[in-house]
């Protein structure tokens, strides 16, 4: 008997419309490109969202503004709209006196206090006195402690020069120890020691932030941070790089004057802005205080107000 193909299924014609096979991968695609639709669709929103946080961000960098000045200076400075006052340790902590006849300032919080160390105090050289010096700073940060107070910024030129001839890494190394010495011995009353940037002009040890940093970073302790001075960074022309380098991590409070003789912002016309951006690329969250020779503070607190918020305002 002749058997055909057809017999056998081999040649039958195959089914009319699409197999369950095409009609799953056609459904599969058309589920994909909806997927694809959507995720391209919260791609687009978290972009927009994204920017206009970071938007958002840039708008509202806004440190707080305050003076480096005298208490008797208080209410003027309040007076313009600065929103703290910075006066040095001698006055205001009164290291020398008990600690019990100090009196709280109510009318403008004292935020922090300069000029940590008297020149007769040295922290380097052959003349170095830390048992001195952490016997002084006891009772600024005791003081510090009682009256509210959580910065103390360590500039101290005349205390921290290394002599002529002294080796420099030695110097270095004595700065370093003392400092750690301090760090701890400020954490025990909840102070932040800030290491300033000097200008060489002022002492030869630390001019810049990025030497400034270099030690923090030795010193690694939470309660020994920088501030950065921007006055001294342009006296040194440094670049606003080193803020970003430093980072958040490191600089704690910032303060600020004119290049040329020291003034306040607005007198010559100086174009902060290339720093506050580095601060705000850092997302520095501290306070920036004028440190100013001032001729007439109630002439030139409020230019300087006015000058330094719009500069805030148009980074």
Known sequence: MQHTGQEHGLHSTPRQG???QDRTYS???AISME???????????????FTSASSIAQQLFRPE????????????????????????????????????SLKLTESLPVYACNVFLPGSLKAVGPEADHNGILSHSANVFAHAQKTGVG??????????????????????????????????????YGVVICLENLNSGETNLFNTVE??????????????????????????????????EAGR??????????????????????DFRPYLRALRKIGYAGKIALECRFDDMAIELPVAMKELTLQLETL
């Open 18 to 20: 699409r197999s369950w």
């Open 27 to 29: 459904n599969i695609n």
């Open 35 to 49: 997927m694809k639709l959507i995720l391209k669709g919260m791609v687009t929103l978290a972009a927009v969202f």
């Open 65 to 100: 503004l305050g003076v480096c000045a005298s208490m008797k200076d208080t209410d003027l400075v309040a007076r313009h709209g600065f929103l703290f006052i910075q006066p040095t340790v001698s006055e205001y902590l009164k290291p020398n006196d008990p600690v019990d």
């Open 151 to 188: 910065i103390v910024v360590f500039g101290s030129g005349g205390s921290r020069r290394v002599p002529e001839g002294y080796d420099r890494q030695e110097a270095i190394e004595q700065f370093t120890s003392l400092a750690g010495k301090l760090a701890k011995l400020a954490a025990s």
């Open 211 to 244: 030497e400034a940093y270099g030690i923090a970073k030795r010193v690694n302790h939470p309660n020994f941070k920088l501030l950065v001075d921007i006055y001294h960074m342009l006296k040194e022309n440094e670049s606003p790089e080193r803020i970003i």
């Open 249 to 270: 991590e490191f600089v704690y409070h910032v303060d600020i004057a004119e290049k040329e003789n020291r003034t306040a912002p607005g007198v010559a016309g100086d």
